[in-house]
């Protein structure tokens, strides 16, 4: 496996970009089978160059731990939740990055998987609080009301209370809820982003599990809870948690996961990569996949920039992490 760093090209008017490799790090084994692929929770990077990747327990989908690797991936810490008093086999819902370097983690207890090892009934919500080390600081109980609620994403507003949202499914359309809880866990709100839901997919399935469940991003001093597909607007939340306006994304019916927000603009991985090149006698499955990276404006919810990068298809390459 081979770890991908130094990936994006900044870009100061619309153009179609190419990524270039600068770096390549190798994995050994062991950081392989540490990492996660295809589950809910995105990795992501911190201002130090550190990648953080969500780590499940082999047997299924559930998360028990976020893995922290240095740039040059010569060591690792991990931040388990297996430790924790009730959280043994549960499962990690989002995790979050402080200014201050520590880690917060939305974990809920399992109380009952499905023969896939799935998790299908859950016990209580924690919000706990690394420091850098993976030593726990505090662990804090949250009283969600998970009555037609399924808990997606969160963020700590600047009071100190938490922000969870998630998800109602009834038919085709989503409702994308949010519940505040005070800074001692407590329950204080609940309501509803899109009252009269929004269609769910094009089809019946998706390539990602985040184009049905919304994801709450902190950037300059806002939260935007957005799901991903661009048929659902992004809504733009204070810092408070009050919902001052939405965007509307265009065009429509665009697809994708791993939202990122650069100052004005969000970059996203779009769903699913354009095959191209064809397969030769001597290299089966040559083809190589064409990886959008569409930046949307966020004052006009247009694409402004479109980035792309090659890659072999899965069953030629090892899997890669890219930032």
Not at 51 to 60: A, D, E, L, T
Not at 62 to 70: H, M, S, T
């Amino acid at each position: 496996m081979i770890l991908i760093a130094s990936l994006l090209a900044a870009a100061s008017v619309a153009a179609d970009i190419q990524l270039t490799i600068t770096k390549k790090t190798p994995l050994t084994p062991e950081q392989e089978n540490l990492v996660t692929f295809g589950l809910l929770t995105e990795m992501t990077c911190d201002t130090h160059g550190h990648i953080f990747s969500p780590s499940n327990r082999k047997y299924g989908n559930a998360i028990n731990a976020i893995v922290r690797f240095r740039p040059d991936a010569n060591s690792y810490t991990t931040f388990t939740i297996d430790s924790n008093d009730g959280l043994h086999g549960g499962t990690i819902t989002d995790f979050d990055l402080e200014p201050n370097d520590q880690l917060l983690v939305l974990a809920r207890q399992v109380l009952k998987y499905s023969d896939l090892e799935v998790p299908i009934e859950f016990g209580k919500s924690f919000l706990i609080r690394f420091d850098q080390s993976g030593r726990v600081l505090s662990r804090r109980e949250l009283n969600l009301d998970t009555n037609n609620f399924s808990p997606a994403g969160m963020a700590v507003l600047q009071s100190g209370e938490v922000l969870v949202v998630g998800r109602h499914l009834e038919r085709d359309r989503t409702f994308l809820i949010v519940e505040l809880l005070r800074s001692d866990g407590t329950f204080k709100a609940r309501f509803t982003l899109n009252p009269d839901g929004t269609t769910t997919s094009q089809g019946k399935t998706a390539s990602s599990p985040r184009v049905f469940f919304p994801v709450a991003i902190k950037a300059s001093g806002m939260i935007y809870v957005l799901r991903g597909t661009t048929t659902e607007p992004i809504y733009v939340l204070s810092g408070t948690g009050q919902l001052q306006k939405s965007i509307q994304l265009k065009p429509k019916d665009v697809e994708f996961d791993s939202a990122k927000i650069l100052g004005n603009e969000l970059i996203v991985s779009e769903r699913p990569s354009i095959i191209i090149g064809a397969a030769t006698g001597t290299e089966p499955r040559a083809g190589r996949l064409r990886k959008e990276l569409p930046i949307f404006s966020l004052d006009t919810g247009e694409i402004v920039d479109a980035v792309f990068g090659l890659t072999r298809p899965p069953a030629w390459h090892a899997p890669q992490l890219i930032l």
